[in-house]
Every structure is written in structure tokens, then in C-alpha cells.
């Protein structure tokens, strides 16, 4: 599963420097983790959890990587510790491109109770946050990666079924 | 031979390596033995110190040495299919498997009781698993530091802790310091 959208985001990531990137997998994420593979630029990971995968991230920026975490926003869940002990705590610069789940066009009933709380968790937690809802909303992402650099805070890109569908 | 004293006998051979060390009474008693710019203390975060080591590992070609315990590899098992999967042969993970949360009190870990580290790492699919007595470690640490292959230790020794005052170093210097040692070494 490819397609123009996931070769954009790849593509805007090696534009923007990233070159080590963790994954646990969506639905939603199918054609980027598939386009990231392709790419013999970007290091890509699979990891089991994505606390662990921030832990491989925080890593490879230690030495000298510009990495990135790809997960579903039910993920917030799992690494508040992580994010609030390891990547802020230690100042380290961390996109993660979230596919936010339980959003308009959801068929899952669950994944709704998730999206509820993940602009809450994120704000909580003082993380700057981006949503992408079309498909021109990607125009952002360049500027969101070095604005990640810049304050060396993880920062949420919170995607939409929309954004990765381009229709409701 | 406590976790404490196995610091003490391979401090000589990691005093110039790399070291990922776990949170709480290890990196304490690192920090109080022979702190290093090469040292990353962690300082929170239970169960990543194996999932930093790789990924720092992954990153450049200097040797890293993660030294992690047991009850952090039970809180973050997914780590070791990751490690096995993702062969760099610049990175060794060394357990120190006292069978306890010692940080904690010393509450018993499983493997303690029946479950073996050594197996699952090798379930996982990792080589070069060394399941070794605490008095060996220095010893296996160094050949497998000289062997140029993806290694797991797992030294098992004695729970007990000995005091150790906290580290005080800002988490951003303990970064920084030693992300200026990892450039160094890389240039």
C-alpha cells in the first residue's frame, strides 16, 4: 500500500533532516511504514512498544541521529512516563507523527475513548501539538520538524483518517 | 558479590566505554564510583536502558556498553526481540540479574525464582547469550568487548545495596557531556 501522501510525509522527513525512525504500526500508518522501508535514508526500526521505540530514539540522537516516532494516538497512553522522564527531562528534540484514531469516519467504537482524551494528555503535558485534518495541512510538516529542532521538545503531529484518506 | 561490588570489579573495564546505566542504585553507585563523561545516567524511565544502548548503538560506531538489571528487562521484555533483529555489533548488554527490585526494597523478581533471562534472550533470538557468576563478569565483559560481536551478559549475583547519595548532575549536563564524548570518539 503506497501512495502520494505517504511518499510527501517520507519525503518531507528526509527534507527535514530525520534519518532514524521507530514504528509500531496503524491501519492508518500502512503507506508510510511502507514507503519509510523503501527509503535507504531513514533508518527504520520496528519496535514491540513505543516507549521502547523512544528509547531507541533517544538513543540514536545521542549519537548524532535526527530520529522520529510514528504511533497511533492510543500510544499516549503508554509513554507519558517516557515522554515526561526521558524526552523532556533530558531536552530532546522528538517529532512524532501520530495518527489520531477515533476521529470523524472512525468505525471503531473503542478508539474514540482514546481520541477524547489525547489533546488533554498532550496539553497536560506541555507538548506543542499540530493537526493535520486535509491533506494540505502537510505544507506544515517542514516547518513542524524544524521547530522540533529548535526547542528540542517532542511535539505531536496528530493526523487524521481524513488527512491520509484525502475524503471524509 | 552484590550488584555493587560487580560494579566495583569491571569499573576498570568500562571506565572508558560508552555506558547506557539503568536508573536508580546502579547509575548511583557508577556515579559514585568512577563518573565518567562517558556515563549516561538514567535518572527516570524504568525499563529503556537496553533500548537507549541500541539505539545509540545503531547511531554511530563507537562500543556501548548498556548495563541494565533484571527487573527493568521484566518491565520492557519487547526490547530483546528488538535487540536480537537488529544485530549491531557494537553493542553489548550487560544484566546484572540480582534477582530483586533493589532500588525498591529488594521485593523479589522472577528471576529469582524460575524464570532465566539467558533463555528468554536466546527465545528472542539473540547470539552470543553468556549467563556467567558475578566474580566472572569483568572477565566476560572484557572478551566480549574484545570480541566484536553482539553480546548478552547475564551475571547473576546476590541482592543488597550499600548507600549511595544521589546524583545531583542536571540531566541536560549528564546529556550534553557525554553527547560531546560520543562526537569526539566519532570524528
Known amino acids: 500500500m503506497s501512495d502520494e501522501i505517504s511518499q510527501r510525509v517520507v519525503g518531507d522527513l528526509i527534507e527535514g533532516g530525520i534519518d532514524f525512525v521507530t514504528t509500531v504500526p496503524c491501519k492508518q500508518l500502512a503507506g508510510v511504514i511502507d514507503e519509510l522501508d523503501k527509503s535507504d535514508q531513514i533508518h527504520h526500526v520496528p519496535s514491540n512498544k513505543e516507549d521502547e521505540g523512544m528509547g531507541l530514539c533517544a538513543g540514536a540522537f545521542m549519537g548524532g541521529k535526527a530520529p522520529c516516532i510514528i504511533m497511533q494516538n492510543t500510544a499516549l497512553g503508554v509513554t507519558i512516563n517516557t515522554l515526561a522522564t526521558l524526552i523532556q527531562f533530558y531536552q530532546i528534540p522528538l517529532p512524532m507523527l501520530i495518527s489520531f484514531r477515533g476521529e470523524l469516519g472512525e468505525p471503531v467504537a473503542c478508539q474514540v475513548e482514546m481520541a477524547i482524551h489525547t489533546k488533554p494528555l498532550l496539553q497536560q503535558l506541555g507538548i506543542p501539538t499540530f493537526h493535520f485534518h486535509k491533506r494540505e495541512d502537510v505544507e506544515e510538516l517542514p516547518e513542524i520538524l524544524k521547530y522540533t529542532q529548535m526547542c528540542s521538545k517532542p511535539t505531536a503531529i496528530l493526523t487524521d483518517a481524513t488527512f491520509w484518506r484525502g475524503v471524509l | ?162 548507600p549511595v547519595p544521589n546524583i545531583t548532575i542536571p540531566p541536560v549536563v549528564i546529556r550534553d557531556r557525554f553527547m560531546t564524548e560520543v562526537e569526539k570518539r566519532n570524528r
Open chain 2, 1 to 162: 558479590m552484590n550488584r555493587s561490588e560487580v560494579f566495583k570489579s569491571i569499573v576498570p573495564v568500562i571506565t572508558d566505554e560508552l555506558v547506557i546505566c539503568n536508573i536508580g542504585l546502579p547509575s548511583q553507585e557508577l556515579h559514585m564510583l568512577d563518573d565518567q563523561p562517558t556515563n549516561f545516567y538514567m535518572l527516570g524511565t524504568m525499563g529503556l536502558c537496553s533500548s537507549i544502548g541500541l539505539g545509540l548503538a545503531m547511531a554511530q560506531r563507537e562500543k556501548v556498553v548498556a548495563i541494565d538489571g533484571d527487573g527493568s528487562i521484566l518491565t520492557n521484555f519487547g526490547s530483546l526481540p528488538t535487540i536480537a533483529n537488529n544485530v549491531v555489533d557494537n553493542f553489548v548488554l550487560l544484566i546484572i540479574d540480582n534477582g530483586s527490585y533493589g532500588s525498591t526494597g529488594d521485593q523479589p523478581t522472577y528471576t529469582g525464582k524460575k524464570t532465566s533471562l539467558a533463555k528468554v534472550a536466546e527465545a528472542c533470538g539473540c547470539d552470543n547469550v553468556i549467563e556467567c557468576k558475578a566474580e566472572e563478569t569483568a572477565d566476560v565483559l572484557k572478551a566480549a568487548l574484545g570480541s566484536d560481536k553482539m553480546t548478552i551478559i547475564v551475571c547473576k549475583c546476590e541482592s543488597g545495596n550499600i
